[in-house]
Structure formats: structure tokens, C-alpha cells
């Protein structure tokens, strides 16, 4: 169940624009869009965003999912040893995947008016 939120996000950051296809009109926002989404599922994406590493989309794409998953799972596990019912597990694992998900979006705002992005 801890993996269900990033597993979700993840297949959606994946259905945007073709790899090899050049995004047109659209495509351009939706290409934006799945990759934030792919930001919040794999959070360790963010260490290819360093100039001196070169690497290709499925690279950054597999190699974040890869690393990102279990911390998405300890996250999970370690929420179920403090909950006594699925009810209560599932509220707080919802409201950790909130909060992340809002901090996310906040540093992509705040990077983009620091002229970073």
C-alpha cells in the first residue's frame, strides 16, 4: 500500500510526450506537468539536476524510480508501526503524501521566481 501514491505518479509522469518526439503547442505544459508529477514519485530525480552529471531521460526516469521506491516504502512501513488501524495508517499516509506534494509544488515556485528554473 506505501507504494500505491508513487507508483501512480510515476505511471503518470510517464505517459507524456514520446522520448524521441519534439513537444509541440500542448505538449510543452503536459511535458512540464508529467515531469513535476515524476518529481513528487521519485523525489531522489532532483540529484540529475546537477550540471556535471549528463544522463538520459530513462536513465534519470529508472534510476529515480529505483532509489525512490524504497523510501517511499520504509515512509510506509514506518507509519504502520505508529498505527494501530489500516483507518489510521491510511489518514496519515495520506496527509504525508499531501504535505509532500504541496512542499514540492512550493519549491518549484520558489526556484522558478529565483530565476533557478
Known sequence: MALLYPLIL???????VSFRDSPQGSEVATATLGAIVFLIGAPTSWVFA?????ASRPTVMGVGALSSLP???LLGSRL????????LWL???ASVCGLWTALTFLLIVLLELAGVV
Open 10 to 16: 510515476l505511471s503518470l509522469g510517464g505517459l507524456t
Open 50 to 54: 546537477f550540471d556535471f552529471i549528463e
Open 71 to 73: 523510501l517511499w516504502y
Open 80 to 87: 504502520a508501526l505508529h498505527a494501530d488501524q489500516w483507518g
Open 91 to 93: 489518514s496519515r499516509y
